[in-house]
C-alpha cells in the first residue's frame, strides 16, 4: 500500500472484493498481512490449505476465518474495546497523560461515540468523555462532559468531517464552549483528531497547549497515527467478535463467510500497516524532540539495514533490527524538551534522565504489544565489546548482534551529522575513529562492514 493511500484511509479490501466472486484463495491470502509486524503468525497449516480442493466449502471456510481470528489476538494491539464500568475506563486517563507527557502539551481529552462508551452511555451526548491527563475532583464521569454531533463544535466537526481541526484562541468562537472541570478556560491552542480508518470513526482526541503555539508537525501526526490506530484495533475487535459468531452458526451461509473472510484479511493488513507507519512517526517525533537537524533515527535504520544486508542476514531479522534503529532513541520521547535545548550545565537529576533514556524507552515499548520483538535489540545497544557498558555489561558476542549493529550505525549517523554543539565529521574521518575503537566499544566485524559500505 502505498504511503499516500495508507494516509487517506485506502483499505486492502478493496481488493478483496474484486476477488471474492471467483473466490481464488491464493490470491486473498497473498494479500499483505502486515509484514514482519504479523507474517510470523500464519502457520504452516494455513498456508498449506491454501489453493486445495475441500469438499466441504463451509467448513473450510470457517477453519480459514479461525486461522485468521487467531493471527489477530489482544495480544497484537491495545485492548480499548468491551469495557462496561467506569473502573474499565482508567486506561484511557492513562493513555491521555502519556501523550501529554511524550509530547511536552498541556493536556489531552480522549471522546468515543456513546456507542463505544459502554458504561457511560447515559447521557444526551454523542461523544462522552472517556478520559483525561487532567486530575478532576472526584469522578470524572460524573460531570457529563461530551458533546453532540449538531453543536458546531470543534470536536464534533473534527468527527463529522474526518479530519484534523486546529484552533488558535479558540475561546473566541463561538464553537469552543470550555469546561471548567478539564482546565479550558487556560487553552490557547486546541487541536481535534479523529480517531477513524476507512471504516468508521469512533471517537475523538483532543490535545491542548496553554501557550500561544502550534504543535509542531511530527508531533501532530504521531498523534494521528495513534488516533487511527485506535479505530482499527475497534473495528478489527468488532469483527473478530461477528467472524466467531459465523463460525459456531450453523447456517451461516458461504457467502457471508466469505465476504467476512476477505473483510478480516484487509483489516488484519491494514492494521500491519498503520502500525508501520506509528513506528516511522515516533522515530520522527523522537527526532524533533531530540533537536536533530536531519532524520537521525531514520538514517540510522537506513544503515543498520545496508550493514544487515553486508552481513547476509535474512529479511525477517533486517526487518527487526531496522525498527529497532528507527526506535534505539525513543526513550527520549518521554523527557522535557528542556534537556534538549538547555544551553548551559545539565543538572544530575537531568543528566541521570538523559542517562536513563533506553530503559525509559524500553518500558514504552513494552506497553505496545506488536512491537515487543525489537526489544531486545534496544535493550541492549549501548552495551560496548569490552563489556563496560550498560545495562547488563555484556561482552563480545553474548550482545545481540541486532544491538551490536544498531549501535554502530547510530554512533555512525550522530558523527557524520550537523548538531547544534558541533559540525558533522568527514565519513572517512568518523570510520578511522571507529576502527581504531573496534573491540572496546564495537564489534569489528561490524566495522568491518560498515567500512566496506561507505567506501
Not at 12 to 32: K, Q
Not at 156 to 165: C, G
Not at 327 to 356: D, M, R, V
Not at 359 to 371: T, Y
Amino acid at each position: 500500500m502505498s504511503k499516500e493511500k495508507l494516509q487517506s484511509g485506502a483499505s486492502l479490501f478493496n481488493r478483496s472484493m474484486d476477488l471474492i466472486e471467483g473466490d481464488p484463495l491464493e490470491e486473498i491470502f497473498a494479500l499483505n498481512l502486515g509484514d514482519f509486524l504479523s507474517e510470523h503468525l500464519i502457520s504452516d497449516d494455513l498456508a498449506q490449505k491454501i489453493g486445495k480442493n475441500v469438499k466441504d466449502k463451509s467448513v473450510s471456510l470457517k477453519n480459514q476465518l479461525k486461522e485468521l481470528i487467531s493471527i489477530y489476538s489482544l495480544d497484537n494491539t491495545l485492548c480499548v474495546l468491551g469495557f462496561s464500568s467506569k473502573e474499565d475506563y482508567v486506561i484511557y486517563n492513562s493513555i491521555a497523560k502519556t501523550i501529554v507527557q511524550m509530547l511536552d502539551l498541556d493536556a489531552c481529552h480522549i471522546y468515543l461515540t456513546k456507542e463505544n462508551a459502554k458504561g457511560l452511555d447515559k447521557t444526551d451526548n454523542d461523544l462522552v468523555l472517556v478520559g483525561s491527563s487532567i486530575e478532576v475532583k472526584g469522578d470524572i464521569y460524573s460531570h457529563n462532559i461530551g458533546y453532540t454531533l449538531n453543536d458546531k463544535s470543534f470536536i464534533s466537526e473534527a468527527f463529522l468531517k474526518k479530519e484534523t481541526i486546529e484552533a488558535k484562541n479558540p475561546k473566541f468562537s463561538h464553537r469552543f464552549n470550555p469546561v471548567e472541570a478539564l482546565n479550558e478556560s487556560k487553552v490557547k491552542v486546541l487541536t481535534a483528531i479523529p480517531m477513524h480508518n476507512n471504516a468508521q470513526v469512533v471517537g475523538v482526541i483532543v490535545i491542548e497547549s496553554y501557550v500561544d503555539r502550534f504543535f509542531q508537525d511530527e508531533y501532530l501526526r504521531l498523534v494521528e497515527s495513534t488516533a487511527t490506530l485506535f479505530a482499527t484495533s475497534m473495528f478489527l475487535q468488532k469483527m473478530t467478535e461477528e467472524a466467531s459468531a459465523l463460525v459456531v452458526n450453523p447456517d451461516a451461509i458461504i457467502g457471508d463467510l466469505q465476504h467476512m473472510r476477505a473483510e478480516l484479511t484487509a483489516l488484519i493488513g491494514d492494521l500491519g500497516d498503520y502500525q508501520q507507519l506509528f513506528v516511522q512517526r515516533l522515530a520522527a517525533a523522537v527526532d524533533a524532540k531530540g533537536q536533530y537537524k536531519v532524520s537521525h533515527s531514520q538514517n540510522t535504520a537506513n544503515l543498520a539495514r545496508l550493514i544487515c544486508k553486508q552481513l547476509g542476514l535474512n529479511e525477517k531479522t533486517i526487518d527487526l533490527i531496522y525498527y529497532a534503529g528507527l526506535l534505539q532513541n525513543i526513550g527520549k520521547i518521554t523527557l522535557p524538551e528542556s534537556i534538549f535545548t538547555h544551553n548551559g550545565t545539565l543538572s544530575k537529576e537531568e543528566w541521570a534522565k538523559l542517562q536513563n533514556h533506553p530503559n525509559v524507552g524500553i518500558n514504552l515499548l513494552m506497553s505496545i504489544n506488536f512491537l515487543s520483538e525489537v526489544i531486545p535489540y534496544i535493550h541492549y545497544h549501548k552495551e560496548r565489546w569490552d563489556g563496560r557498558g550498560e545495562p547488563e555489561g555484556l561482552s563480545g558476542n553474548s550482545i545481540p548482534l541486532g544491538s551490536r549493529i544498531i549501535a554502530v550505525a547510530d554512533a555512525f549517523s550522530a558523527m557524520t551529522a550537523d548538531r547544534a554543539y558541533r559540525k558533522a565529521m568527514l565519513k572517512n574521518q568518523a570510520i578511522e575513529v571507529m576502527r581504531k575503537e573496534a573491540e572496546s566499544k564495537w564489534d569489528p566485524i561490524v566495522i568491518d562492514a560498515l567500512a566496506s559500505i561507505i567506501n
